[in-house]
Every structure is written in C-alpha cells, then in structure tokens.
C-alpha cells in the first residue's frame, strides 16, 4: 500500500495511520469530510488464549469513532467469504458485551461516497 501523506484533520491517533487498503483510507476520507473524529486500529482486543495466557486470536477494529464509542471494521472480501470476520465479531460481543462494533462491507462504503459524489480510488 502507497504511503499517503495527506493530513486527516478529524484524526485523533498520535501517529500518521497507515491502511491496509484503499477501502480503509476512503472510510478515513468520509469520516475527516464530515468531520468526525476518528482513531485507526487503536485496540485490539483478545479472542482468546492458550494455557500459558499466550493470546491465540484478537481482533483489532480498524477505526473508533470517540464522539459515538463506535468500532468499526471495514471489509473489502466479497461478501460469502465474510464468515471468519463475522465469527470473529460475535465472539467479541459476547466477550466484550458493552463494546459497539459495525461492520461495514466495501459496497456500503461505494454507496455512501456515490451518495456523497466523493471520488473514491479505484
């Protein structure tokens, strides 16, 4: 993934965030346009762990929304092949029950920008 330099002015983190891919950053670009304030992945939360206490799994939401208390996880994968993310979101519920977590999938985010007339990258 290309570094973009561009400033974000609703960010919140620290250090300048980099996504994974460019669904991540359109999400960053709707949430600054409408000056939301956001942070990028800043916690991850554990799943489970061995007998050690080793974590195995943890999920880390890829934005949170402070002014809402919101998690949100964006998904490029097609739809059918959502089920791991979809498991992992459950068990994060039921582990962490007064946690808000969304899950947005890359058409969700498409139409909000067409919706918006923001020019997403291809």
């Known amino acids: 993934m290309p570094s973009h330099p561009q400033a974000f002015r609703a960010y919140t983190g620290t250090t ?9 950053l359109e999400c960053a670009r709707l949430l600054d346009y409408y000056g939301v304030p956001w942070a990028y992945e800043p916690r991850t939360f554990v799943l489970e762990r061995d007998a050690d206490g080793r974590v195995t799994r943890a999920f880390t939401p890829d934005f949170y929304l402070p002014e ?3 998690y949100v996880e964006v998904t490029v994968m097609r739809q059918s092949l959502v089920t791991r993310k ?12 007064g946690v808000k977590v969304k899950l947005f999938y890359r058409r969700d985010i498409e139409r909000l920008a067409q919706r918006l007339r923001l020019q997403l990258a291809s």
Request: glycine share 0%; no cysteine.
């Open 16 to 24: 300048p965030p980099r996504f994974v891919n460019e669904v991540e």
């Open 68 to 70: 809402q208390d919101l």
């Open 86 to 97: 979809n498991r992992k979101l459950r068990e994060l519920r039921q582990l962490y029950p």
